[in-house]
C-alpha cells in the first residue's frame, strides 16, 4: 500500500472540509450567533493537521485499488470526527459521541437525529448540519477530486471504493474532469431547486437547507416537524419531485444534456425504479384514503411525498406517517431496503441490484424447468457476466448479515421491536427516520452510547457500500504484496 500517498490525499482531504466549512462560518457571522468561535477553530484544526499530512512527498503519486478503499474509510472517519467539533465547541450538542453521530449522520446523508429540538440552535450550525448533506451526497472525495487537479494516476479507484451502487465508471476520459462534470450537474439541481422552494414562499435559509437535504437525499430539517411544519403544498411537490430526481443515475442527466433524451426511458434500471415509486403510491394513496386522510387528493399528497422520501433515502417528512396503517407502514419499510439506483446520491441496497437479483432467481427458476437451456441475465440488452452477479450476492447477503447483527446490538436497549428494527433499517439504508421512538417526529437521544456507536457505523457501512470499512478490518488488507 502506499502509506505515504494515502495520507497525502487524507490531508488534502481535511483541507477541502475546512474550506467547506467557510460558508457556515459566514453564515454565523450574519446572524452574530455562537457558531462562529466553533467554525474558527475547527477550521484551524483542520489546516493543523491537513498541511503537514498534504505536504509528503510519495515515491509514487499512483493510487492503486487497496490505497482508494483506504482514502475513502479514512477519509469518511475522519470528515466526521472533525464536522462533528462545531457541535461539540458551540455547545448545541454537549455529547462529543452524539455530535459524532450527528456528524456522521449528516455526512452519509442518512438524517437520523439525536437532537429533541432544532430551531432554536444557532442559524450557522444549523446551516452547516444540512450543509453536510449536501457535501456527502455526491460524495466528499468526488468533491476533493472536482476541485483540485488529479492526486495522482489511479483516481478512479477512489471513485470506485466512494460511488453508490456497482460498477461507477468514467463519463469521459480524465477522472478530474468527470468529477466536475457531476458536480456541475448537482451545482445546477441545487440552485433551481432554491429558487422554486424561495418562490413557493419559504425564506431563503429554509430553501437551502432543504435542498441541501433534497439534493443530497439527506433529510436534515431547521423545523422540528420537518417538511410538514409550513404546511406548504407547492413546497411539498418541489420537493418531492427533486427527490426523485436525485434518486436516480445522474449520468443519465449527463446523456440527457448532450442531446440524448431517450437515455432516461430505455435505462432499465430508471423504469423499474419509477415503476416501484408508481406502485407503491397508489396502494398507500388507496389505504390511506378514507381511513387516515377525508380526500384522495389529501391521501395523493402525502402518500408520494413519503414515497419519494423513503425511496430515495431523503428521510424528509410532511406528516406523522408512524401513524399510518400497517400495511402503508410495510411498504415503507420495504422501500427502506431497495432505495435509490446506482449513481444517485441515494443510499440502501439500489434498484440495479434488486432488479437482477429478481433477474438471477427467474433465470434458475428456468434452468430448473430446461435444465439444458441457457439463460443469460441480461440488463440494457448484454448480458451480465457471472462476477458481477456474483458480487451482488455477496453484497446482498453481507448488507442483511450486517443488519441482523446490527439489530442484535441495539435490542439489547430493551425497546420494542418495531423501534429496534427500523433503527438499523434507517441508519443503513441512510434513510433518517424509522418508526416508534425514531419515527418522524421521534429521534435517536434516547439510545446508549453503545447503539449510536453501532448506528454510526451501520451509517458509514451503508453510504460506503459495505466493504471500504470492512476492509479495515482484515489483517490482509495492511499487508504489503506486490503489486
Same mark, same amino acid.
Given at each position: 500500500?502506499?502509506?505515504?500517498?494515502?495520507?497525502?490525499?487524507?490531508?488534502?482531504?481535511?483541507?477541502?472540509?475546512?474550506?467547506?466549512?467557510?460558508?457556515?462560518?459566514?453564515?454565523?457571522?450574519?446572524?452574530?450567533?455562537?457558531?462562529?468561535?466553533?467554525?474558527?477553530?475547527?477550521?484551524?484544526?483542520?489546516?493543523?493537521?491537513?498541511?503537514?499530512?498534504?505536504?509528503?512527498?510519495?515515491?509514487?503519486?499512483?493510487?492503486?485499488?487497496?490505497?482508494?478503499?483506504?482514502?475513502?474509510?479514512?477519509?469518511?472517519?475522519?470528515?466526521?470526527?472533525?464536522?462533528?467539533?462545531?457541535?461539540?465547541?458551540?455547545?448545541?450538542?454537549?455529547?462529543?459521541?452524539?455530535?459524532?453521530?450527528?456528524?456522521?449522520?449528516?455526512?452519509?446523508?442518512?438524517?437520523?437525529?439525536?437532537?429533541?429540538?432544532?430551531?432554536?440552535?444557532?442559524?450557522?450550525?444549523?446551516?452547516?448540519?444540512?450543509?453536510?448533506?449536501?457535501?456527502?451526497?455526491?460524495?466528499?472525495?468526488?468533491?476533493?477530486?472536482?476541485?483540485?487537479?488529479?492526486?495522482?494516476?489511479?483516481?478512479?479507484?477512489?471513485?470506485?471504493?466512494?460511488?453508490?451502487?456497482?460498477?461507477?465508471?468514467?463519463?469521459?476520459?480524465?477522472?478530474?474532469?468527470?468529477?466536475?462534470?457531476?458536480?456541475?450537474?448537482?451545482?445546477?439541481?441545487?440552485?433551481?431547486?432554491?429558487?422554486?422552494?424561495?418562490?413557493?414562499?419559504?425564506?431563503?435559509?429554509?430553501?437551502?437547507?432543504?435542498?441541501?437535504?433534497?439534493?443530497?437525499?439527506?433529510? $436534515?430539517?431547521?423545523?422540528?416537524?420537518?417538511?410538514?411544519?409550513?404546511?406548504?403544498?407547492?413546497?411539498?411537490?418541489?420537493?418531492?419531485?427533486?427527490?426523485?430526481?436525485?434518486?436516480?443515475?445522474?449520468?443519465?442527466?449527463?446523456?440527457?444534456?448532450?442531446?440524448?433524451?431517450?437515455?432516461?426511458?430505455?435505462?432499465?434500471?430508471?423504469?423499474?425504479?419509477?415503476?416501484?415509486?408508481?406502485?407503491?403510491?397508489?396502494?398507500?394513496?388507496?389505504?390511506?384514503?378514507?381511513?387516515?386522510?377525508?380526500?384522495?387528493?389529501?391521501?395523493?399528497?402525502?402518500?408520494? $411525498?413519503?414515497?419519494?422520501?423513503?425511496?430515495?433515502?431523503?428521510?424528509?417528512?410532511?406528516?406523522?406517517?408512524?401513524?399510518?396503517?400497517?400495511?402503508?407502514?410495510?411498504?415503507?419499510?420495504?422501500?427502506?431496503?431497495?432505495?435509490?439506483?446506482?449513481?444517485?446520491?441515494?443510499?440502501?441496497?439500489?434498484?440495479?441490484?434488486?432488479?437482477?437479483?429478481?433477474?438471477?432467481?427467474?433465470?434458475?427458476?428456468?434452468?430448473?424447468?430446461?435444465?439444458?437451456?441457457?439463460?443469460?441475465?441480461?440488463?440494457?440488452?448484454?448480458?451480465?457476466?457471472?462476477?458481477?452477479?456474483?458480487?451482488?450476492?455477496?453484497?446482498?447477503?453481507?448488507?442483511?448479515?450486517?443488519?441482523?447483527?446490527?439489530?442484535?446490538?441495539?435490542?439489547?436497549?430493551?425497546?420494542?421491536?418495531?423501534?429496534?428494527?427500523?433503527?438499523?433499517?434507517?441508519?443503513?439504508?441512510?434513510?433518517?427516520?424509522?418508526?416508534?421512538?425514531?419515527?418522524?417526529?421521534?429521534?435517536?437521544?434516547?439510545?446508549?452510547?453503545?447503539?449510536?456507536?453501532?448506528?454510526?457505523?451501520?451509517?458509514?457501512?451503508?453510504?460506503?457500500?459495505?466493504?471500504?470499512?470492512?476492509?479495515?478490518?482484515?489483517?490482509?488488507?495492511?499487508?504489503?504484496?506486490?503489486?
Amino acid at each position: 500500500m502506499n502509506f505515504k500517498m494515502v495520507l497525502k490525499s487524507l490531508g488534502i482531504l481535511l483541507i477541502c472540509e475546512a474550506i467547506a466549512i467557510i460558508p457556515s462560518l459566514a453564515v454565523s457571522v450574519i446572524y452574530n450567533d455562537k457558531g462562529l468561535q466553533a467554525f474558527a477553530y475547527t477550521i484551524l484544526l483542520l489546516i493543523a493537521v491537513g498541511l503537514p499530512l498534504m505536504s509528503l512527498k510519495p515515491q509514487s503519486r499512483s493510487i492503486y485499488t487497496r490505497d482508494g478503499f483506504a482514502i475513502v474509510a479514512f477519509g469518511w472517519i475522519l470528515v466526521s470526527l472533525f464536522g462533528s467539533l462545531p457541535f461539540y465547541f458551540s455547545g448545541s450538542i454537549p455529547s462529543l459521541i452524539d455530535g459524532i453521530f450527528e456528524a456522521v449522520s449528516g455526512f452519509t446523508t442518512t438524517g437520523a437525529s439525536i437532537l429533541t429540538e432544532i430551531e432554536s440552535l444557532p442559524k450557522g450550525i444549523l446551516f452547516w448540519r444540512s450543509f453536510t448533506h449536501w457535501m456527502g451526497g455526491m460524495g466528499v472525495l468526488v468533491l476533493t477530486l472536482a476541485i483540485l487537479p488529479s492526486v495522482g494516476a489511479g483516481t478512479l479507484q477512489i471513485m470506485k471504493a466512494e460511488s453508490p451502487g456497482p460498477n461507477p465508471g468514467k463519463l469521459v476520459p480524465r477522472m478530474g474532469k468527470t468529477a466536475k462534470i457531476l458536480y456541475s450537474i448537482y451545482f445546477v439541481i441545487t440552485v433551481v431547486q432554491i429558487i422554486l422552494l424561495v418562490i413557493s414562499g419559504l425564506p431563503l435559509f429554509d430553501a437551502c437547507v432543504h435542498t441541501f437535504g433534497t439534493v443530497g437525499t439527506g433529510g $436534515f430539517s431547521n423545523m422540528n416537524t420537518s417538511v410538514g411544519a409550513y404546511n406548504n403544498v407547492f413546497a411539498e411537490v418541489i420537493i418531492t419531485v427533486f427527490m426523485l430526481i436525485c434518486g436516480a443515475n445522474f449520468s443519465l442527466y449527463y446523456q440527457v444534456m448532450k442531446g440524448n433524451f431517450k437515455a432516461l426511458f430505455k435505462d432499465e434500471e430508471f423504469r423499474f425504479y419509477m415503476g416501484v415509486v408508481t406502485a407503491s403510491i397508489i396502494l398507500i394513496t388507496i389505504n390511506l384514503y378514507g381511513s387516515v386522510f377525508v380526500s384522495i387528493g389529501e391521501s395523493l399528497r402525502h402518500s408520494s $411525498f413519503q414515497v419519494a422520501s423513503i425511496i430515495t433515502t431523503t428521510g424528509y417528512s410532511s406528516t406523522d406517517f408512524d401513524k399510518w396503517p400497517i400495511f402503508s407502514k410495510l411498504i415503507l419499510f420495504f422501500l427502506m431496503f431497495i432505495g435509490g439506483c446506482a449513481g444517485s446520491t441515494g443510499g440502501a441496497i439500489k434498484n440495479i441490484r434488486i432488479l437482477l437479483l429478481i433477474k438471477t432467481l427467474k433465470t434458475e427458476l428456468m434452468q430448473i424447468i430446461h435444465p439444458r437451456a441457457v439463460y443469460p441475465v441480461r440488463f440494457g440488452g448484454k448480458a451480465v457476466d457471472e462476477k458481477t452477479l456474483s458480487e451482488i450476492k455477496s453484497f446482498f447477503f453481507a448488507y442483511i448479515f450486517i443488519f441482523v447483527a446490527a439489530v442484535l446490538v441495539v435490542s439489547l436497549d430493551g425497546f420494542d421491536i418495531v423501534t429496534t428494527l427500523s433503527s438499523v433499517a434507517a441508519t443503513l439504508g441512510n434513510i433518517g427516520p424509522g418508526f416508534a421512538i425514531v419515527g418522524p417526529m421521534g429521534n435517536f437521544s434516547t439510545m446508549s452510547v453503545l447503539s449510536k456507536i453501532v448506528l454510526s457505523f451501520s451509517m458509514l457501512i451503508g453510504r460506503l457500500e459495505i466493504y471500504p470499512i470492512l476492509l479495515l478490518t482484515m489483517p490482509s488488507f495492511w499487508k504489503k504484496v506486490n503489486i
